[in-house]
């Protein structure tokens, strides 16, 4: 069993949503029914979130990395390789949208500035434009990693 980080400029929208997908639990783009979608609460510790285990048992997490995803994967991928692990025990899927970086900007409102209506109001419009390029990707992973 290994596990398995969606990796994107927060851990709540773009790469929840990639991983609902990957587990096959997202049903007519309603992103709200996901549990912690656009939680900012969750994306601001900094700690992996768990999605669930697929049918293989591996252990599924999204995990935001800030402006630069690349420098983020490489940082993990290195940490792994340092502590004697490798890509059998964790594989790190990127997942980079048009607008993420605007999705990493909005975590940045204030609350009492309407920052929870705009986050999840500009989240749908952006990945529901993003979604089959999103299906796309996952599609192409799954592929990549049943050989």
């Known amino acids: 069993m290994m596990k398995i980080i969606f990796l994107g400029t927060t851990g709540v929208h773009h790469s929840l949503v990639a991983a609902n997908i990957y587990l096959e639990r997202l ?17 601001n510790s900094g700690f992996p979130i768990y999605v669930a ?5 591996n252990q599924v997490y999204t995990l935001g990395a800030g402006k630069n995803i690349r420098i983020g994967k490489k940082t ?11 890509s059998r025990d964790l ?20 609350r009492l500035m309407g920052g929870a209506y705009l986050n999840l109001f500009i989240s749908n419009y952006i990945l529901n434009k993003e979604i089959s390029y999103i299906e796309k990707e996952i599609a192409e992973f799954k592929i990549s990693i049943s050989h």
């Open 76 to 86: 993990i991928e290195e940490l792994v390789t340092v502590l004697g692990y490798s």
């Open 91 to 110: 594989l790190v899927k990127p997942i980079s949208i048009k607008g993420d970086n605007i999705l990493y900007f909005l975590g940045k409102i204030p």
């Open 53 to 57: 285990q697929d049918e293989q048992g």
């Open 27 to 43: 049903q007519d783009n309603d992103f709200e029914m996901l549990e912690g979608y656009a939680d900012l609460e969750k994306d």
